[in-house]
């Protein structure tokens, strides 16, 4: 008997916000953000947000706004929810020559919101679950290879889980997991 994996927030309930529009708003007059002659970084703490829509939209209008570091920090209850965001944020920042614009967006729409998945993404997921068990390993390749990424702060507990997750997600033996049998 195998335990089951509980309830995972796969996607949020809300659309998604531009994490530094809201900061600057009027409603956070007071929120000092500069300093004298910079800018201070903005630090924004999502929680349970269940998937990185706020974080693609906040990267994607962030030439609207002075320029200035952005720190955020993510924590969601279920780290398969995280290993996900760690995914789903590589796709996007995937550069233009190794994966044009129409695959990519395939690529992360198929594997945001589908079960079943083409031979082509079910390579580049395993292809990048390998790179991503050995980011969680070995902090200076994750630094070479994702600066943007820090998981410095995930106990050792943690990084274990998210390997696990890894190495689950390479595997492609159907037998392994049969999704048509589950759902």
Known sequence: MVDAFGAITWWGFSPALDLQEICLSSKFENLKLSGEGQEKPLNVLMIGAGDCRHI??????????????INIYVV???????????????IAL??????????KTELFLELF???????????????????????????????????????????????D?????????????????????FW
């Open 56 to 69: 693609l939209k906040t990267l994607s209008h962030a030439k609207r706004w002075p320029k200035r570091k």
């Open 76 to 90: 969601e209850n279920n780290l398969e929810v995280l290993a996900r965001h760690l995914l789903l944020l590589s």
């Open 94 to 103: 995937e550069p233009q020559v190794s994966l044009g614009l129409q695959e």
């Open 113 to 159: 919101g589908n079960s079943l998945i083409r031979p082509q993404a079910s390579e580049y997921l395993q292809r990048t679950s390998n790179d991503f068990i050995r980011m969680v390993t070995d902090f200076d390749y994750l630094e070479d290879k994702l600066p943007i990424f820090d998981i410095t702060q995930l106990k050792f507990k943690e990084r």
């Open 161 to 181: 889980l998210l390997e696990g997750i890894f190495k689950f997600w390479r595997n492609s033996d159907p037998k392994f997991f049969d999704i048509c049998k």
